[in-house]
């Protein structure tokens, strides 16, 4: 079974401009989270969603949103790009969105803004 | 706010030694636990997942969980330098909400 596949794996931004980057998950899996990893912070979770309905969001602000399609797939976008936005973007799936069920990462997308 | 708390390490240890991973979290409703190792550059690896208080063990990996004591530990047998990487504690409580990761451990094994 394919695992999680995220889209571009790297790229490279200038402030100000907006970002779309892509998840699916595996097969047969409903619910997709959203992490930013960097250094200082760690893994900080964005927001996750299942069955095209967002379940929960972290701290981040309204630059940074998402969506779900009907088959699993799901994007984020980041708006207005600043400098501290640089991070490696990761997506993670899982069987649903009830507790107890494992997420698998995907290899991430890793922004560079400039 | 709800915390899960690791040493940063680095966390020496010689090949063929058993090394200790320890992780404390704040959250007395958390149900389920996760183990991630991340390698430089790379995302993370699921290794273990467990939900229920003792121990669970798979090939040289056993993990234990107090929930008593709010804590879950890993422990890696017969240690290989290939296990030198980060490795993340994660807990979810029972409900809609997502894991809280902590911002890991990192081993070195020595040869």
């Known amino acids: 079974k394919a695992g999680v596949t995220q889209t571009p794996r790297y790229l490279i931004k200038t402030r100000g401009q907006q970002v779309t980057l892509s998840c699916s998950p595996i097969?047969?899996?409903?619910?997709v989270s959203w992490y930013q990893q960097t250094p200082g912070q760690g893994l900080q979770f964005l927001f996750e969603?299942?069955?095209?309905?967002?379940?929960n969001k972290g701290n981040f602000p309204g630059r940074f949103s998402g969506r779900q399609f009907s088959n699993s797939r799901s994007e984020m976008n980041v708006s207005t790009l600043e400098l501290g936005d640089s991070a490696l973007y990761l997506c993670?799936?899982?069987?649903?969105?009830?507790?107890?069920?494992?997420?698998?990462f995907g290899p991430g997308t890793r922004l560079t803004v400039t | 706010q709800k915390e899960v708390e690791q040493n940063s390490g680095p966390l020496s240890v010689p090949e063929g030694a058993i090394a200790s991973l320890n992780c404390t979290y704040s959250?007395?409703?958390?149900?389920?636990f996760f183990w991630y190792r991340q390698y430089s550059g790379k995302s993370p690896e699921l290794i273990m997942f467990?939900?229920?208080?003792g121990d669970k063990e798979d090939g040289r990996f056993t993990a234990q969980l107090n929930k008593a004591s709010q804590y879950v530990s890993l422990l890696i047998r017969d240690s290989q330098p290939s296990d030198s990487a980060t490795y993340l504690c994660?807990?979810?409580?029972?409900?809609?909400?997502?894991?809280?990761f902590g911002k890991g451990t990192r081993l070195s094994v020595i040869a």
């Open positions: 097969s047969g899996h409903r619910s």
């Open positions: 467990i939900y229920s208080n």
């Open positions: 994660a807990v979810r409580n029972s409900g809609n909400t997502p894991l809280v």
């Open positions: 993670a799936s899982s069987l649903g969105a009830s507790g107890g069920h494992e997420q698998y």
């Open positions: 969603y299942f069955s095209e309905t967002q379940r």
């Open positions: 959250d007395r409703g958390s149900q389920s």
